[in-house]
Protein backbone atom coordinates (compact mmCIF):
# COMPACT_ATOMS: atom_id res chain seq x y z
CA UNK A 1 0.00 0.00 0.00
CA UNK A 2 0.95 3.47 -0.53
CA UNK A 3 2.11 5.52 2.53
CA UNK A 4 -0.32 8.69 3.61
CA UNK A 5 0.94 12.05 2.75
CA UNK A 6 0.04 14.75 4.34
CA UNK A 7 0.89 18.69 3.53
CA UNK A 8 1.31 20.90 6.61
CA UNK A 9 0.41 24.57 5.53
CA UNK A 10 0.91 26.93 8.60
CA UNK A 11 1.15 30.32 6.68
CA UNK A 12 -0.12 32.97 8.98
CA UNK A 13 -1.52 36.83 7.76
CA UNK A 14 -1.86 37.90 11.17
CA UNK A 15 -1.11 36.75 14.46
CA UNK A 16 1.58 34.46 14.36
CA UNK A 17 2.23 31.52 16.80
CA UNK A 18 5.44 30.83 18.51
CA UNK A 19 4.15 27.45 18.58
CA UNK A 20 4.23 26.41 14.90
CA UNK A 21 7.80 25.53 14.56
CA UNK A 22 7.41 22.91 17.24
CA UNK A 23 3.74 21.78 16.15
CA UNK A 24 5.67 21.15 12.73
CA UNK A 25 8.65 18.72 14.37
CA UNK A 26 6.39 17.17 16.11
CA UNK A 27 4.41 16.03 13.45
CA UNK A 28 6.60 14.94 11.41
CA UNK A 29 8.50 12.79 14.33
CA UNK A 30 5.33 11.34 14.70
CA UNK A 31 4.99 10.35 10.88
CA UNK A 32 8.12 8.63 11.20
CA UNK A 33 7.46 6.78 14.29
CA UNK A 34 3.63 5.90 12.47
CA UNK A 35 4.06 5.63 9.10
CA UNK A 36 2.78 8.60 8.16
CA UNK A 37 4.54 11.25 5.44
CA UNK A 38 4.68 14.90 6.30
CA UNK A 39 5.79 17.62 4.12
CA UNK A 40 5.31 21.12 5.28
CA UNK A 41 5.13 24.84 3.30
CA UNK A 42 4.36 28.18 3.96
CA UNK A 43 4.22 28.88 0.30
CA UNK A 44 0.56 29.75 -0.60
CA UNK A 45 2.03 29.22 -4.12
CA UNK A 46 2.10 25.62 -3.99
CA UNK A 47 -2.05 25.45 -3.61
CA UNK A 48 -2.38 24.43 -6.94
CA UNK A 49 -4.30 21.22 -8.07
CA UNK A 50 -1.57 19.31 -9.55
CA UNK A 51 0.82 19.73 -6.63
CA UNK A 52 -2.44 19.51 -3.90
CA UNK A 53 -3.32 15.85 -5.62
CA UNK A 54 -0.39 13.73 -4.12
CA UNK A 55 -1.33 13.87 -0.57
CA UNK A 56 -3.92 12.46 1.19
CA UNK A 57 -4.55 15.26 3.43
CA UNK A 58 -4.28 18.74 4.08
CA UNK A 59 -3.65 20.18 7.56
CA UNK A 60 -4.15 23.57 8.75
CA UNK A 61 -1.63 24.33 11.39
CA UNK A 62 -2.62 27.54 13.68
CA UNK A 63 -2.81 30.01 10.41
CA UNK A 64 -4.60 33.33 10.73
CA UNK A 65 -6.05 35.56 8.14
CA UNK A 66 -6.27 35.41 4.70
CA UNK A 67 -3.59 32.81 3.86
CA UNK A 68 -5.07 31.89 0.66
CA UNK A 69 -5.58 33.96 -2.81
CA UNK A 70 -8.06 33.13 -4.71
CA UNK A 71 -6.90 30.62 -7.19
CA UNK A 72 -5.38 28.58 -3.93
CA UNK A 73 -9.10 28.43 -2.96
CA UNK A 74 -9.89 27.12 -6.37
CA UNK A 75 -7.62 24.62 -6.14
CA UNK A 76 -8.22 23.20 -2.54
CA UNK A 77 -11.91 23.74 -3.45
CA UNK A 78 -11.19 21.09 -6.50
CA UNK A 79 -8.82 18.98 -4.01
CA UNK A 80 -11.75 18.71 -1.56
CA UNK A 81 -13.96 17.53 -4.64
CA UNK A 82 -11.76 14.92 -5.87
CA UNK A 83 -11.97 12.92 -2.35
CA UNK A 84 -9.31 15.16 -0.45
CA UNK A 85 -9.27 15.05 3.44
CA UNK A 86 -8.40 17.86 6.35
CA UNK A 87 -7.61 18.04 9.60
CA UNK A 88 -7.61 21.48 11.20
CA UNK A 89 -5.26 22.63 14.42
CA UNK A 90 -5.79 25.18 16.86
CA UNK A 91 -5.44 28.74 14.59
CA UNK A 92 -7.33 26.76 11.26
CA UNK A 93 -10.39 28.16 12.35
CA UNK A 94 -8.99 31.85 12.02
CA UNK A 95 -8.43 32.03 8.64
CA UNK A 96 -10.40 32.68 5.58
CA UNK A 97 -13.23 33.94 7.14
CA UNK A 98 -14.86 35.43 4.02
CA UNK A 99 -14.87 31.65 1.74
CA UNK A 100 -17.98 29.84 2.51
CA UNK A 101 -16.60 26.20 1.06
CA UNK A 102 -14.11 26.28 3.90
CA UNK A 103 -15.97 27.63 6.97
CA UNK A 104 -18.14 24.43 5.88
CA UNK A 105 -15.32 22.20 5.55
CA UNK A 106 -13.74 23.05 9.02
CA UNK A 107 -17.11 23.54 10.56
CA UNK A 108 -16.88 26.45 12.27
CA UNK A 109 -14.58 29.90 12.40
CA UNK A 110 -12.78 31.47 15.36
CA UNK A 111 -14.40 34.13 17.04
CA UNK A 112 -12.34 35.05 20.44
CA UNK A 113 -11.19 33.58 23.55
CA UNK A 114 -10.44 34.81 27.14
CA UNK A 115 -6.57 35.02 28.20
CA UNK A 116 -4.48 32.14 28.25
CA UNK A 117 -5.96 29.80 31.03
CA UNK A 118 -5.93 26.28 32.84
CA UNK A 119 -9.50 24.72 31.80
CA UNK A 120 -11.02 21.58 31.82
CA UNK A 121 -11.81 19.73 28.93
CA UNK A 122 -14.74 17.02 28.91
CA UNK A 123 -15.44 14.47 26.50
CA UNK A 124 -18.29 14.35 24.95
CA UNK A 125 -17.50 10.97 22.37
CA UNK A 126 -14.84 8.29 23.85
CA UNK A 127 -15.12 5.93 21.09
CA UNK A 128 -13.27 8.45 18.56
CA UNK A 129 -10.06 7.47 17.69
CA UNK A 130 -8.38 10.77 19.05
CA UNK A 131 -10.43 11.06 22.21
CA UNK A 132 -10.03 7.02 23.34
CA UNK A 133 -7.17 7.47 25.23
CA UNK A 134 -8.39 10.92 27.19
CA UNK A 135 -9.78 11.35 30.45
CA UNK A 136 -12.96 11.90 31.06
CA UNK A 137 -12.51 15.09 32.52
CA UNK A 138 -8.81 16.52 31.00
CA UNK A 139 -7.50 19.22 32.49
CA UNK A 140 -5.14 21.30 30.19
CA UNK A 141 -3.48 25.17 29.92
CA UNK A 142 -4.70 26.42 26.72
CA UNK A 143 -6.53 28.84 24.96
CA UNK A 144 -10.56 28.51 25.24
CA UNK A 145 -11.75 29.39 21.60
CA UNK A 146 -15.20 31.18 20.97
CA UNK A 147 -16.81 30.38 17.47
CA UNK A 148 -18.67 32.18 15.10
CA UNK A 149 -21.38 29.64 14.63
CA UNK A 150 -22.22 26.36 16.24
CA UNK A 151 -20.22 23.33 13.85
CA UNK A 152 -23.27 21.09 14.50
CA UNK A 153 -24.86 22.96 11.85
CA UNK A 154 -22.61 21.17 9.33
CA UNK A 155 -23.39 18.29 10.15
CA UNK A 156 -19.98 17.79 12.94
CA UNK A 157 -19.61 15.51 15.37
CA UNK A 158 -18.22 17.02 19.20
CA UNK A 159 -16.18 14.84 20.44
CA UNK A 160 -15.01 17.69 23.00
CA UNK A 161 -16.25 20.16 25.51
CA UNK A 162 -15.22 22.59 28.08
CA UNK A 163 -16.89 22.68 31.19
CA UNK A 164 -17.38 26.96 31.36
CA UNK A 165 -17.39 26.84 34.99
CA UNK A 166 -13.56 25.96 35.02
CA UNK A 167 -12.06 29.46 33.70
CA UNK A 168 -13.04 33.00 33.56
CA UNK A 169 -14.38 34.66 30.00
CA UNK A 170 -15.69 37.65 30.49
CA UNK A 171 -16.97 37.90 26.62
CA UNK A 172 -18.68 39.45 25.12
CA UNK A 173 -20.23 36.43 23.21
CA UNK A 174 -21.88 37.48 20.74
CA UNK A 175 -22.27 34.29 18.50
CA UNK A 176 -24.22 31.30 18.83
CA UNK A 177 -21.73 28.37 19.12
CA UNK A 178 -24.18 25.08 20.72
CA UNK A 179 -24.26 23.44 23.93
CA UNK A 180 -22.19 22.08 25.22
CA UNK A 181 -19.75 24.31 23.93
CA UNK A 182 -17.35 22.70 21.10
CA UNK A 183 -13.56 22.32 20.99
CA UNK A 184 -13.29 19.62 18.69
CA UNK A 185 -15.20 17.93 16.26
CA UNK A 186 -15.42 15.65 13.39
CA UNK A 187 -17.46 15.29 9.81
CA UNK A 188 -17.50 12.00 8.62
CA UNK A 189 -18.38 13.43 5.47
CA UNK A 190 -16.99 17.03 4.83
CA UNK A 191 -19.26 19.38 4.31
CA UNK A 192 -17.17 21.84 2.20
CA UNK A 193 -17.31 19.91 -0.92
CA UNK A 194 -19.19 21.67 -3.55
CA UNK A 195 -21.66 18.73 -3.86
CA UNK A 196 -22.77 16.82 -1.50
CA UNK A 197 -23.56 13.86 -4.62
CA UNK A 198 -19.90 13.52 -5.30
CA UNK A 199 -18.82 10.01 -5.98
CA UNK A 200 -16.08 10.36 -3.05
CA UNK A 201 -16.56 12.76 0.09
CA UNK A 202 -13.59 12.62 2.51
CA UNK A 203 -13.53 13.35 6.07
CA UNK A 204 -12.45 16.70 8.32
CA UNK A 205 -11.31 16.89 12.11
CA UNK A 206 -10.68 19.75 14.00
CA UNK A 207 -9.12 20.89 17.04
CA UNK A 208 -8.82 23.78 18.47
CA UNK A 209 -6.04 23.24 21.27
CA UNK A 210 -2.52 23.56 20.50
CA UNK A 211 -1.41 27.03 21.73
CA UNK A 212 1.82 26.36 23.85
CA UNK A 213 4.83 25.22 22.36
CA UNK A 214 4.83 22.53 25.93
CA UNK A 215 1.49 21.42 24.52
CA UNK A 216 2.85 20.03 21.70
CA UNK A 217 5.62 17.92 23.67
CA UNK A 218 2.47 16.62 25.85
CA UNK A 219 2.62 12.92 25.12
CA UNK A 220 -1.81 12.96 25.62
CA UNK A 221 -2.01 15.75 23.17
CA UNK A 222 -0.10 14.35 20.47
CA UNK A 223 -2.07 11.56 21.28
CA UNK A 224 -5.20 13.23 20.98
CA UNK A 225 -3.97 14.99 17.10
CA UNK A 226 -2.31 11.04 16.04
CA UNK A 227 -6.02 9.95 16.81
CA UNK A 228 -7.37 12.63 14.40
CA UNK A 229 -5.14 12.49 11.60
CA UNK A 230 -5.39 8.72 11.50
CA UNK A 231 -8.75 8.61 11.40
CA UNK A 232 -9.18 10.94 8.85
CA UNK A 233 -6.86 8.84 6.94
CA UNK A 234 -9.09 6.32 6.83
CA UNK A 235 -12.00 7.91 4.66
CA UNK A 236 -11.14 5.52 1.84
CA UNK A 237 -11.53 8.33 -0.35
CA UNK A 238 -7.70 8.67 -1.55
CA UNK A 239 -4.91 6.53 -2.85
CA UNK A 240 -3.29 6.09 0.20
CA UNK A 241 -6.10 2.68 0.62
CA UNK A 242 -7.94 3.44 -2.62
CA UNK A 243 -6.26 2.69 -5.38
CA UNK A 244 -9.99 3.96 -7.32
CA UNK A 245 -9.04 7.35 -5.76
CA UNK A 246 -7.83 10.38 -7.48
CA UNK A 247 -6.25 12.11 -4.97
CA UNK A 248 -3.23 11.08 -2.79
CA UNK A 249 -0.04 9.45 -2.37
CA UNK A 250 1.20 6.35 -4.91
CA UNK A 251 4.33 5.66 -3.13
CA UNK A 252 5.05 2.32 -1.90
CA UNK A 253 5.69 2.73 1.56
CA UNK A 254 5.42 0.25 5.36
CA UNK A 255 3.04 1.74 7.95
CA UNK A 256 4.67 0.97 11.25
CA UNK A 257 2.58 -1.55 13.12
CA UNK A 258 4.55 -1.16 16.35
CA UNK A 259 5.57 2.35 17.11
CA UNK A 260 4.95 4.04 19.92
CA UNK A 261 4.87 7.56 21.96
CA UNK A 262 6.83 7.45 24.42
CA UNK A 263 6.13 5.95 27.76
CA UNK A 264 2.66 4.91 25.91
CA UNK A 265 0.93 1.10 24.60
CA UNK A 266 -0.27 0.84 21.69
CA UNK A 267 -3.84 -0.53 19.87
CA UNK A 268 -3.99 -1.12 16.27
CA UNK A 269 -6.45 0.99 14.06
CA UNK A 270 -8.87 -1.44 12.00
CA UNK A 271 -8.95 -0.84 8.48
CA UNK A 272 -10.63 2.26 6.79
CA UNK A 273 -14.67 2.34 6.95
CA UNK A 274 -15.91 2.74 4.03
CA UNK A 275 -17.68 6.18 3.25
CA UNK A 276 -21.08 6.91 3.79
CA UNK A 277 -21.75 7.92 -0.10
CA UNK A 278 -23.48 4.79 -2.17
CA UNK A 279 -20.80 5.30 -5.10
CA UNK A 280 -17.30 5.42 -2.26
CA UNK A 281 -18.47 1.42 -1.50
CA UNK A 282 -17.11 0.11 -4.56
CA UNK A 283 -13.18 1.18 -4.39
CA UNK A 284 -11.12 -1.71 -3.28
CA UNK A 285 -9.41 -1.30 0.06
CA UNK A 286 -5.10 -2.15 -0.55
CA UNK A 287 -4.89 -5.08 2.31
CA UNK A 288 -4.92 -4.45 6.18
CA UNK A 289 -4.42 -1.12 7.33
CA UNK A 290 -2.67 -0.94 10.59
CA UNK A 291 -1.77 2.47 12.15
CA UNK A 292 -0.45 2.39 15.47
CA UNK A 293 -2.36 4.82 17.74
CA UNK A 294 -0.87 5.48 21.42
CA UNK A 295 -3.38 4.83 23.78
CA UNK A 296 -3.46 6.63 27.47
CA UNK A 297 -4.42 4.32 30.56
Not at 179 to 192: C, D, F, K, V
Not at 204 to 227: I, P
Request: hydrophobic letters at 35%; glycine letters at 8%.
Amino acid sequence: MATPKILIYSATAGYRHESIPTAVEALQSLGTRHGISFEHTEDRNKFQYGFLEQFDALLFLSNSGEVLDQDGKDAFQRYLDAGGNYIGVHGASACLFTTDFYNRTVGALFDYHPPLTNATVVVTDASHPSTSMLPQRWDVVDEMYNFRSDPRTYGSKVILSVDESTYTDDGPRTHDQGSPHPIAWYQERLAGVSSLDRPLIGRSWYTSLGHLNSTWQDETFLSHVLGGITWTLQSNTTRAFNSNANVGNTLQGTLSSSATISGATTASISSPTTNASTANKSPTILGAIVLALAIFL
